[in-house]
């Protein structure tokens, strides 16, 4: 799937922030690997969701470890 021909949809772009404060707050302590389960918990949104959401930039949206 390209992102260029892909539409991402509102719901998944208005995430975005949520996910890459996160994201960006576990990088600076030192953490390069989170499970979508552990990133549900901290945004409260559900992991079937971010996965979801992550397949749209190329990610398996499977349910595994990923490293950042």
């Known amino acids: 799937?390209?992102?260029?021909?892909?539409k991402i949809p509102q719901a998944t772009a208005k995430r975005l922030?949520?996910?890459?404060?996160?994201?960006?707050?576990?990088q600076a302590?030192?953490?390069?690997?989170?499970?979508?389960?552990e990133l549900s918990e901290a945004v409260k949104v559900d992991s079937a969701t971010i996965r979801r959401d992550?397949?749209?930039?190329?990610?398996?949206?499977?349910?595994?470890?990923?490293t950042m």
């Open 54 to 66: 992550f397949s749209y930039f190329g990610a398996l949206g499977k349910k595994v470890m990923g």
């Open 17 to 26: 922030p949520l996910y890459y404060r996160f994201l960006e707050n576990l």
């Open 1 to 6: 799937m390209n992102i260029d021909q892909t």
């Open 29 to 37: 302590s030192g953490k390069h690997r989170v499970s979508s389960s």
